[in-house]
């Protein structure tokens, strides 16, 4: 992780990492998070110049110095299969991308497959770099999941900026975004890998899932098109205590639809109502959409389910 931002070699540091000063962008912000990810446990000085001698001492230097992460050198185009020119951030993940996401991977205790590895690569390069690097090099100007990282410079009527200090701020809030952005990749190709077995073990079109925040939604979906014997209501405890379903919808792109809704007279219902409506003593909530309802217990959001479904 960084622990300082200064003009100059930090001895004391297991790295140090070179950027140049002055205003920075989301294009050298991102490529240092990266860093931070794929160096994790590892302290990190960041030396913002353009000093060339200063810069000839670091362990890496990116956007600056003419190196292999400097997209500004004479003569670069290197470019991604797909036709998209690599800035700085682009090249960084290109070379540190295996090591960021298993570090993530190591910390969640999960381990990934090959194709797991390459799969979370590319998506987060397509999503989440490519519109970085493009607005850098001035080939696409659209509003991505850094944007706002500029607003992070100080302001022209600051009368002594500290670029230093609003570099370090900015790239801590980028590495915590671009961190749980890996967490969510490695969460669903996990749930990927265990849900089709979950789905053709699950009781009575009902499936219960480990926690709320499994990313079931697309393959509970794409299992009920081709099986007869569909899921209708996905199962789990509540964060809050209790348990809660939710219906399954009938496809991805109508979401707050249900193949089977909680029933009409529940709309609305509360622990203070919904007991009596439903007759079900440890019911508490019933969405008004009809989408969701929450209990006390297991057994009762099954039974729950048992009545919506043979109405």
């Given at each position: 992780m960084i622990v300082s931002v200064g003009s100059q070699l930090?001895?004391?540091?297991a790295w140090n990492i070179g950027t140049h000063n002055g205003i920075f962008h989301a294009d050298e912000v991102v490529g240092i998070a990266v860093l931070e990810l794929a160096l994790i446990g590892e302290d990190m000085h960041v030396v913002r110049t353009r000093d060339r001698d200063e810069l000839?001492?670091?362990?890496i230097v990116i956007d600056v110095g003419g190196g292999w992460y400097d997209?500004?050198?004479?003569?670069?185009?290197?470019?991604?299969?797909?036709g998209e020119k690599y800035a700085s951030a682009g090249l960084v993940w290109h070379k540190y991308a295996e090591n960021a996401i298993t570090n993530v991977a190591w910390e969640e205790k999960v381990i990934l497959a090959s194709g797991e590895m390459q799969t979370i690569k590319e998506e987060i390069d397509r999503e989440i770099i490519i519109p970085v690097d493009q607005e850098d090099n001035g080939e696409g100007?659209?509003?991505?999941?850094?944007?706002f990282i500029p607003k992070f410079n100080p302001t022209w009527i600051e009368e002594t900026p500290d670029y230093d200090n609003a570099f370090f701020r900015a790239t801590t809030t980028a590495h915590d975004i671009l961190k749980a952005i890996v967490k969510e990749k490695i969460a669903k190709v996990n749930a990927k890998s265990i849900?089709?077995?979950?789905?053709?073990?699950?009781?009575?079109?009902?499936?219960?899932i480990s926690a709320q925040t499994m990313p079931w939604l697309e393959d509970v979906v794409n299992y009920n098109q081709t099986h007869d014997n569909s899921i209708k209501f996905v199962i789990f405890p509540y964060p809050a205590g209790g348990w809660a379903?939710?219906?399954?919808?009938?496809?991805?792109?109508?979401?707050?639809?249900?193949?089977?809704?909680?029933?009409?007279e529940w709309a609305?219902?509360?622990?203070?109502?919904?007991?009596?409506?439903?007759?079900?003593?440890?019911?508490t909530l019933c969405h008004n959409g009809r989408f969701f309802a929450r209990a006390k217990t297991k057994e009762a959001i099954i039974d729950m389910c048992w009545i919506a479904r043979n109405r």
């Open positions: 930090n001895p004391r540091s000839s001492q670091l362990d997209h500004h050198k004479p003569g670069f185009d290197f470019r991604r299969p797909t100007m659209s509003n991505h999941t850094f944007s849900l089709p077995l979950m789905c053709h073990k699950a009781c009575n079109g009902i499936l219960e379903a939710q219906c399954v919808p009938p496809f991805i792109d109508r979401k707050f639809e249900q193949l089977v809704p909680f029933p009409k609305g219902g509360t622990e203070a109502t919904l007991p009596a409506i439903s007759g079900i003593a440890d019911a």
